[in-house]
């Protein structure tokens, strides 16, 4: 599976961005889309996830100001930000993996297949 990100770049606090990410080859396979980001000194985080059914996981930090989709016909998986932090400043990674939900608890099981990140810079 290959996955190809694009969007990110410089935006004012309170602006919106939104990510998109491509996936080809061995699609049928994936189960779920994540992104995570990872700031300077800092851990790989998962920001959101949504599983081939369309339900969704995302970290407290980003609950009500981000929203993820995806598209099963075009294999694509999108990330809108909005209400921008200068905390949101990262790079943004795509992945496939698998996303488990049990009642009001989940679990996003990363596979090996990473996009190339793409930098979201939040100014103050």
């Known amino acids: 599976v290959q996955l190809q990100a694009s969007g990110g770049g410089l935006v004012q606090a309170g602006g919106s961005l939104r990510l998109s990410c491509a996936a080809s080859?061995?699609?049928?396979?994936?189960?779920?889309f994540g992104w995570y980001r990872q700031a300077p000194g800092k851990q790989r985080e998962l920001v959101a996830a949504?599983?081939?059914?369309?339900?969704?996981t995302y970290a407290d930090s980003v609950k009500g100001r981000f929203a993820i989709s995806r598209d099963n016909a075009k294999n694509t998986v999108s990330l809108q930000m909005n209400s921008l932090k200068p905390e949101d400043t990262a790079v943004y990674y795509c992945?496939?993996?698998?996303?488990?939900?049990?009642?009001?608890?989940?679990?996003?099981?990363?596979?090996?297949?990473w996009g190339q990140g793409t930098q979201v810079t939040v100014s103050s």
């Open positions: 080859g061995g699609t049928r396979s994936i189960n779920a």
């Open positions: 949504i599983s081939r059914t369309y339900r969704s």
């Open positions: 992945n496939a993996g698998y996303l488990a939900i049990f009642g009001g608890d989940s679990t996003y099981t990363p596979f090996d297949y």
